[in-house]
């Protein structure tokens, strides 16, 4: 069976940068990957390219068998993938309620039925008693959650990108971010491709990481094993002699 | 022929380095605040009205009534930040649109109330006093106001770049919250830039007043030029600014020679739609370049 | 969605009201000149709705709508002086040649960052004037082009002013209606999402540039209408009258101070500018014309720095400050 997601040889040049150089991966149908990396390796540039935002340069990616490196953003949207931004982005003045609904109506749902869809996905996320509130009123946390939340409405959601949906979100709502993402994945069999800096939550939450430096991919495999692969070691640490070494786990700050 | 064409480029060189002058005033002003100034024209015909004012007033050489009004629009410049700029620089992009477009409209009309719609001219004593080169003749307006205008350009590129205050113009206009974090005082960044961009609007208006005549509703040309300028030459770019103003001088006197003076101003539209649709980096700027 | 159709309803009335007041002042007088200024307050109501759809729920700030003005003016003009086509068939054809210019206009200007966007759409706007007026001074003799006055509906010509009057009125109810159906539809809510944050929009499934074009399409179509209207009113045009940009500039002008991205905002806006213009253009004349267009720049600043959401902002303010004090008093009074 091919994966759902593939990439090849994906690459992209920014000005005198080159983001990707040549990364290649692939998802499986129903898992939860994890895409980490040292900064500036070309994580959030990877899912850009997925999502549409930008162009590659070289290479395809590849979803549910179909060419879709050529495509518009809202074009891949409607094949079934949603992603969020690193930093919230919500419609400031719209409620929450109105936030939630719109790719529901891209969707090809009416006004009622997405409000009442809406209406039950704000009540799984806790965020019912905020449904009226202007999006700009809410906490950093609380934006991120609704911009999460806000991918679901999608009715035939099979692969969700993450930029980062941990970062600067307190405690309480990481754990409902967690476990939308478990139920959501084990319900409905939605895909997931997480990119974040935390090692603890992706440790509990993925299966699966991919890691990138340096616009390719250097290593993959659980956690624990790619945090043993001397080569991310290196990687994270720039290639810095260090006593320490023999344990990728600390480095990974896992412990 | 091939005489009267050089000549032609000659002259629309020199009124090209003013144009620039005018342009580098808008782009520190927009580089490095971030404000659409659509007043910018209307500053340059204040400023040549004060030029007008200055000379007939105080008898003074149009040239010289530069050592008052430079000063002065610098000072125009910190107040018009502190009165309008200054609480704009949150509001969303069109309330700034709204406001310098505002301004503009009533810097115009307020001009034609109290000066009417009259063309008024300097002269000075070297107006109608010619260079002449082998074949070539240029004129004195031009050729000083041409000079005046490098010596100002030359100055600006000293300051922002060998300066810390120039460094810091330079900084904010590239990465404004790096440059935050880096403690250099932005707000007073602000002013000076807007005040420096306004001086400049200052000196152009000196030196083109030998050979332009002012009105009020000359302002809208201009601003439409500067902005030309400025996107043809590249945002933030001022070599950018100084070639982009020859150049569009270049078109302008061949549309006026070819074709006819009233098409000068489909020209520039017409420069302006191509290279936002073309390269809208300009022909200097970097493409990477970021709001 | 309760709560939203419920602030619809109160919304729709206070606009409701205001269009009912409106379609009883021709009846207040029969002097010409008042009705005249009734007929100019429709009128130029319905052009700053018209720019308001693009401009203040769409959030794209267009210059360009002079550009369309003056398209559904000479469309509408011409059919009827040289095509003998009666205006009522005129002015739909003006409208779908304005959104001809605003389908080519907005392809070109669309992907542009928001500076870019609004100087091009001026370009494209002095570029169509420019090449007007080239043409007219090409064709004829004189610029300006004179309409027959052939009483008769159909030809949109009539005596007095009350048919004129209503006309107008009639344009100013269904492009509020238009207005309103718009933004309680699908997308009215794909206009505010992409006003609010267009890469979202995008990543969501919206087909930004489809919804951007086609409400820009709409509002050129009722612009260019408003234009052909203008037109057989003044029965005089000309390319530097109607592709005048200080024109556009009074009807983008009430749009804002009225308040933007509202439904009351431009008829407010109308309602209290288009009497104090013609005042200052009519009464004080001459240099003084330029008091008014003074005031207006001032006025413009002054809107954007203090209540940037205009009239209805101010209106709001003072409502809620109201109900504050009366609930307070009852609290007190217990």
């Not at chain 1, 997931?192 to 509990?204: A, D, Y």
């Not at chain 1, 043993?228 to 990974?252: K, M, R, T």
């Not at chain 3, 001809?100 to 392809?107: Q, R």
Request: glycine share 10%.
């Amino acid at each position: 069976m091919s994966a759902l997601l593939e990439i090849k040889h994906a690459a992209k040049r920014f000005g005198g940068q080159q983001a990707l150089n040549g990364v290649s991966l692939e998802v499986g149908e129903g898992e939860i990957r994890g895409l980490i990396g040292p900064n500036a390796s070309g994580k959030t540039t990877l899912i850009n390219c997925i999502a549409g935002t930008h162009r590659l340069d070289r290479g395809a990616i590849t979803f549910d068998g179909q060419r879709i490196d050529a495509l518009q953003p809202n074009e891949i949207a409607a094949t079934g993938i949603m992603r969020t931004f690193q930093i919230a982005k919500v419609f400031r003045d719209m409620t929450v309620l109105e936030n939630v609904i719109i790719p529901g109506l891209a969707d090809g749902q009416g006004l009622a039925d997405a409000g009442r869809r809406g209406e039950e996905l704000l009540e799984f996320a806790l965020l019912s008693h905020l449904k009226h509130e202007p999006a700009r009123n809410l906490s950093g946390g609380q934006a991120m959650l609704l911009q999460i939340i806000r991918g679901f409405m999608h009715q035939t959601l099979r692969l969700y990108l993450m930029d980062e949906p941990f970062a600067g979100v307190h405690d309480v709502i990481k754990g409902v971010i967690l476990k939308t993402i478990h139920t959501m994945n084990q319900q409905k069999r939605i895909t997931f491709l997480i990119v974040s800096h935390e090692m603890t939550t992706v440790k509990s939450i993925c299966g699966q990481v991919t890691v990138l430096d340096k616009g390719a991919v250097i290593s993959q495999g659980t956690l624990e094993e790619v945090a043993n692969d001397p080569v991310v070691i290196d990687s994270y640490l720039g290639g810095q002699d260090n006593a320490d070494a023999s344990s990728g786990a600390d480095h990974l700050g896992l412990r | 022929m091939l005489e009267v064409i050089l000549q032609l480029i000659l002259s629309a060189t020199f009124t090209g380095i003013i144009y620039a002058l005018m342009a580098i005033g808008l782009n520190l002003i927009f580089g490095v605040v971030r404000v659409i100034n659509f007043a910018h024209g209307e500053f340059l015909m204040l400023a040549m009205y004060a030029t007008y004012w200055l000379h007939r007033g105080l008898g003074l050489d149009p040239y010289l009534t530069l050592l008052i009004s430079a000063p002065l629009f610098f000072g125009l410049g910190i107040a018009v930040h502190l009165g309008i700029i200054r609480h704009l620089l949150t509001a969303p992009e069109e309330s700034q649109l709204i406001a310098t477009f505002g301004l503009a409209f009533a810097l115009r009309y307020g001009a034609n109330l109290v000066w009417s719609s009259e063309h008024r001219s300097v002269t000075t004593p070297v107006s109608a006093k010619v260079l002449e080169i082998g074949t070539i003749t240029i004129d004195y307006p031009h050729l000083i106001g041409a000079g005046i205008a490098a010596a100002l350009i030359v100055i600006l590129f000293i300051l922002l770049y060998t300066t810390f205050l120039g460094r810091a113009i330079r900084a904010i206009a590239d990465q404004p919250t790096a440059a935050l974090t880096a403690g250099i005082n932005v707000e007073r960044i602000y002013y000076t830039a807007i005040g420096l961009g306004l001086a400049c609007v200052a000196v152009c208006a000196v030196a083109i007043s030998p050979f332009e005549s002012v009105f009020p509703n000359i302002g809208a040309n201009f601003t439409l030029l500067s902005f030309v300028i400025v996107v043809l030459g590249g945002l933030g770019n001022l070599w950018g600014c100084l070639l982009g103003g020859i150049i569009i001088a270049q078109i302008e006197m061949l549309v006026s020679f070819f074709f006819a003076p009233a098409l000068t101003t489909f020209a520039y539209f017409v420069v302006f739609l191509l290279i936002v649709t073309v390269r809208p980096s300009g022909l200097l700027g970097s493409a990477a370049r970021r709001s | 969605m309760r709560s939203r159709s419920r602030a619809q309803l109160l919304t729709a009335h206070p606009v409701v009201g205001l269009l009912f007041a409106l379609g009883c002042l021709p009846l207040v007088s029969s002097h010409p000149f008042f009705r005249h200024v009734v007929t100019m307050i429709c009128l130029f109501g319905f052009l700053a709705e018209a720019w308001n759809l693009i401009s203040g729920y769409g959030g794209l700030f267009s210059l360009a709508h002079a550009a369309f003005f003056g398209v559904g003016a000479y469309v509408t003009a011409l059919l009827y002086v040289d095509g003998h086509l009666s205006p009522w068939i005129g002015l739909p054809i003006g409208g779908l040649c304005g959104v001809a210019v605003a389908v080519v206009v907005g392809l070109a200007t669309f992907r542009l960052r928001q500076f870019f966007f609004v100087l091009s759409t001026l370009a494209c706007a002095e570029a169509i004037h420019a090449l007007f007026s080239y043409w007219r001074l090409s064709v004829r003799t004189g610029l300006g082009t004179t309409i027959p006055r052939t009483v008769g509906f159909r030809n949109l010509t009539f005596d007095g002013e009350l048919g004129y009057t209503y006309i107008a009125f009639l344009f100013l109810v269904v492009i509020v209606l238009a207005t309103w159906i718009v933004s309680v539809s699908k997308q009215g809510y794909y206009l505010r999402a992409i006003k609010g944050d267009e890469d979202a929009a995008l990543s969501l499934g919206v087909n930004v540039p489809r919804v951007k074009l086609w409400v820009f399409a709409l509002s050129a179509f009722f612009t260019a209408v408003g234009g052909g209207f203008y037109a057989m009113y003044m029965g005089y045009i000309e390319p530097n009258s109607v592709f005048s940009i200080d024109l556009m500039v009074q009807y983008i002008l009430f749009a804002i101070v009225g308040g933007m991205a509202t439904i009351a905002g431009p008829i407010l806006g109308a309602l209290v500018l288009v009497p104090l213009t013609i005042f200052f253009q009519g009464f004080i004349g001459g240099t003084f014309a330029s008091l008014g267009f003074f005031i207006y720049g001032v006025v413009l600043v002054l809107t954007i720095l203090l209540a940037p959401g205009g009239f209805v902002q101010g209106i709001r303010g003072l409502a809620r400050r109201v109900r504050r004090r009366t609930e307070s008093m009852q609290d007190r009074g217990r």
